[in-house]
């Protein structure tokens, strides 16, 4: 319907529609006030929707889910998962509603979905809300992965609702407008399993392949394609975020989608110095989810997506099994490969070079790099620099200075293509110092370091003049007592 006189959203409920056994219709909470803070026109533009009227009252209203387009059907869904290895039989949406989905001028299916719109009957003991900084925090992430090109949830816009939110301190509360191409995650499907009918699992099948994966449909066996299908998108994501440095940080099943993007950008963080261990989140104790594991913690979450897809993969269970281990069994290659190919473009090195040569090189390279807790962002950009004869920002970055330049003499042997390099390896990512200061100026009520930041971020290989603050590692002392927080 029209919001305004130029402001048209047509939003269709597919997924309430096909899946009504995972969703509940709900309502968004009424804001007190609502501001709007921060506007994606770019991606408005994507999406077909006018900037301007975004921007208006009425669009306001809609971008907090209190506006809801005529014929959308606003659901929370419902979903499962393991939290830390904890299982969990009812998690969904307990302070986020899909407000349906919506087609773009190109032909594409997004969901339009709210963060922080209010308690619905599956938040357990949380109040529904979410702040400020959080919310900017997703924002902020989500848009720096997407500009370098990591598949990703994207955010449209943050709103202030007007209404505190009771953390710590009393904090002022935000909601979220988030794009993805869904909301289906491995824990849908551990949802779905536990429904006595397998229906229902085979109905949410359908619906991922056809919105995600449609060439599986056309498979001999579409639901062995389909797990194929994830494992090959989630050993590629996870290649990527290691390519880059990110640390997701609560890599739990309902974290991970069945599309191939990175979701839920609660306690991430990027990587300074490199080191495998490396854990932001204040309640990760154990390290299960720590920058090194989390390829290891990827396949297990597609174990439990293989378990509950068994009723699909054949009726004898046995069967079904060997089905899965033997999709399972493709993972470990499949990120290898991913990851190594991306690891060769990182060094400027041509395709065609074999494992005996890279391999070695790469894993003196990584040790050199944590003995020398060198950052692993300012290091691979300075490489390129490197590549063209100037070795001196990246030497400098090491103690071990015959390590890295007996290092470099076969790096360089190889003819490294400076050029393909600075298209891979970023000049500005979100840093965590960055981040923590443009937050607390925007909770403060000061938006101007968000939007240098943002300007920074969403152009991360552009290197610029007056932008080195943001190239530049945190400063000493910042990086080694970094925590972030969940479920804020
Ligand atoms: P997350 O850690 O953000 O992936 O959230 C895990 C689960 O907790 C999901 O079911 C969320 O909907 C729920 N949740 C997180 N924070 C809140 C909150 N403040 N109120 C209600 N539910 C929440
Ligand atoms: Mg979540």
Redesign the pocket.
């Given at each position: 319907m029209s919001l305004t006189s130029a402001l048209t959203v047509r939003l269709d409920g597919r997924f309430a529609r096909e899946l009504s056994e995972l969703t509940l219709p709900w309502q968004a909470e009424e804001a007190p006030e609502p501001t709007l803070l921060v506007l994606n026109e770019p991606l408005a533009a994507e999406l077909g929707l006018d900037p301007a009227s975004l921007r208006s009252p009425e669009g306001v209203r809609f971008l907090v889910g209190n506006r809801v387009p005529e014929g959308a059907t606003p659901v929370a869904q419902a979903?499962a998962?393991h939290?830390f290895g904890g299982y969990s039989p009812r998690?969904?949406?307990?302070?986020?509603l899909l407000l349906g989905e919506l087609t773009d001028p190109d032909g594409r299916v997004h969901d339009l979905h709210l963060k922080?719109s209010g308690?619905?009957p599956?938040?357990?003991?949380?109040?529904?809300?979410?702040a400020v900084g959080p919310m900017l925090r997703e924002y902020v992430v989500s848009e720096a992965m997407h500009a370098l090109d990591i598949p990703t949830t994207r955010s449209l816009a943050v709103v202030a609702t007007g209404r505190p939110v009771r953390r710590d301190t009393v904090l002022p509360g935000a909601v979220l407008a988030r794009v993805a191409s869904s909301h289906l995650r491995v824990g849908s499907f551990q949802y779905a399993r536990a429904s006595a009918d397998v229906d229902v699992l085979r109905r949410l099948a359908d619906h991922a392949i056809a919105r995600h994966h449609p060439e599986a449909a056309a498979a001999e066996d579409p639901y062995r394609a389909l797990l194929d299908a994830v494992v090959g998108v989630q050993a590629r994501l996870v290649a990527r975020w290691m390519l880059v440095g990110f640390v997701h940080g609560?890599m739990?099943t309902?974290?991970m989608t069945i599309s191939g993007e990175t979701i839920?950008y609660?306690p991430c963080a990027f990587l300074d110095a490199y080191d495998p261990a490396t854990v932001f989140s204040s309640i990760d104790d154990g390290g299960r989810y720590a920058f090194g594991n989390q390829p290891v913690v990827a396949e297990w979450n597609l174990a439990r997506l293989a378990e509950a897809l068994l009723p699909l993969l054949h009726d004898e269970e046995e069967r079904a099994i060997e089905i899965a281990v033997a999709s399972l069994g493709t993972f470990r290659s499949r990120y290898a490969d991913a990851w190594s190919a991306g690891m060769r473009v990182k060094l400027g090195l041509p395709d065609g070079l074999v494992e005996d040569v890279t391999g070695p090189l790469v894993t003196e390279l990584l040790a050199l790099l944590q003995q020398g807790r060198v950052d692993h962002t300012s290091f691979f950009r300075a490489l390129g620099a490197s590549a063209r004869g100037d070795t001196e920002p990246a030497r400098g970055l090491f103690l071990d200075l015959a390590g890295f330049d007996s290092w470099a003499e076969r790096w360089r042997a190889l003819g490294p293509d400076a050029d393909a390099m600075d298209r891979v390896n970023p000049v500005y990512i979100p840093r965590n110092h960055l981040v923590e200061e443009a937050l607390d100026a925007a909770t403060a009520g000061d938006l101007t370091p968000l939007h240098l930041l943002l300007d920074a971020v969403t152009r991360p290989f552009d290197e610029r003049p007056g932008l080195g603050r943001y190239a530049a590692p945190a400063p000493e002392g910042f990086g080694t007592s970094y925590q972030t927080f969940?479920?804020?």
């Open positions: 979903y998962g939290q998690l969904g949406d307990g302070r986020a922080g308690r619905t599956f938040a357990r003991g949380g109040d529904g809300l979410a609560v739990n309902d974290n839920d609660g969940c479920g804020t």
